[in-house]
């Protein structure tokens, strides 16, 4: 009988889980990192993840970025950040077809695994930072995304309940 539920320290404070189950025809691997909420760096934290999503050194444009995913049968990297008690999980993700449903063979673990890391290890940069562009288009997007949240008054006050 296979283990569905496997969990291991790496080391101090970080552990390896996996879950198997065979009737599903994706595969999801998700990396988390947590931090104490702080007022301070809770706007950044929330850029952070969406920034890693969308492109490496390696891939640099979205553009090029999203067409790799295309051809790699519609898989995704998702950066998302969110609120756990007290603590803000910075999340990147990466969804993609399981490696038995690849119609040539290809190795969809190895290849999504060296994009998620490649996304979190080598990111866009310049002079040692984020992209400027590249951090502004996602700010405005996280302010469109608010404003809507705003407007959807059931979830915004759901959340402004959580906050309180």
Same mark, same amino acid.
């Given at each position: 009988m296979?283990e569905?539920?496997n969990? $291991?320290?790496? !080391?101090?404070? /970080?552990h390896? *889980? =996996?879950?198997?189950?065979n009737?599903?025809?994706?595969?999801?691997?998700?990396?988390?990192?947590?931090?104490?909420?702080?007022?301070?760096?809770?706007t950044?934290n929330?850029i952070v993840?969406e920034?890693?999503?969308?492109?490496n050194?390696?891939i640099?444009?979205?553009?090029?970025?999203n067409?790799?995913?295309? $051809?790699?049968? !519609?898989?995704? /990297?998702?950066? *998302? =950040?969110?609120?756990?008690y007290?603590?803000q999980?910075?999340?990147?993700?990466?969804?993609?077809?399981?490696?038995?449903y690849?119609?040539?063979?290809?190795k969809?673990?190895?290849?999504?695994?060296?994009?998620?890391?490649?996304?979190?290890?080598d990111?866009?940069?310049?002079?040692?930072?984020?992209?400027?562009?590249?951090?502004?288009l996602?700010?405005?997007t996280?302010?469109d995304?608010?404003?809507?949240?705003?407007?959807?008054?059931?979830?915004?006050?759901?959340?402004?309940?959580?906050?309180t």
């Amino acid at each position: 009988m296979n283990e569905i539920l496997n969990r $291991r320290k790496i !080391a101090e404070g /970080v552990h390896f *889980s =996996s879950i198997t189950d065979n009737r599903y025809k994706k595969n999801l691997i998700s990396v988390i990192f947590y931090t104490e909420m702080n007022e301070n760096t809770v706007t950044d934290n929330v850029i952070v993840p969406e920034l890693l999503s969308k492109c490496n050194a390696k891939i640099p444009t979205y553009k090029e970025f999203n067409n790799k995913m295309s $051809r790699l049968y !519609a898989s995704v /990297v998702n950066g *998302s =950040s969110s609120r756990q008690y007290d603590l803000q999980a910075l999340r990147l993700a990466a969804f993609y077809l399981d490696d038995a449903y690849a119609l040539s063979g290809e190795k969809m673990t190895e290849i999504m695994t060296d994009t998620l890391i490649d996304c979190l290890t080598d990111p866009v940069t310049e002079n040692g930072a984020f992209s400027a562009k590249l951090t502004e288009l996602e700010k405005k997007t996280v302010i469109d995304n608010i404003a809507a949240a705003i407007n959807d008054k059931r979830s915004y006050a759901t959340d402004r309940a959580l906050q309180t």
